[in-house]
């Protein structure tokens, strides 16, 4: 609901967060690899515009973005590692509070 997308470390304490302009980015992808890499398991969170298919089929949904020749586009992301996490709440107060 905030813009806030957070990974925990539990056996470390640890935890990896970013924020961002939901508005912006109203879409949260995971990219799950299940060993095939050098046999490690792995979730990859990404924050996105929107989610992945095909390009014309988005544009009939109307979830695509659109920029004109010499058009920007600019929003902010922060990246947030954190040390000493209890848990989720903990780590959402923290990362809030700094927003």
């Known amino acids: 609901r905030e813009g806030f997308l957070g990974v925990i470390d539990p056996r470390h304490s640890n935890a990896y967060c970013t924020t961002f302009d939901k508005r912006f980015f109203p879409n949260v992808l995971f990219y799950l690899g299940y060993g ?11 924050i996105a515009t929107c989610w992945p298919g095909s390009l014309s089929e988005a544009v009939a949904a109307g979830r ?17 590692c954190l040390t000493g996490v209890r848990d989720e709440k903990d780590v959402r107060a923290r990362v809030l509070d700094l927003n």
Do not use: C
Not at 36 to 46: H, K, L
Not at 64 to 80: I, S
């Open 64 to 80: 695509h973005r659109v920029l004109g020749a010499g058009e920007m586009a600019e929003t902010k992301v922060d990246f947030l």
């Open 36 to 46: 095939g890499w050098r046999n490690t398991y792995s979730v990859i969170p990404q």
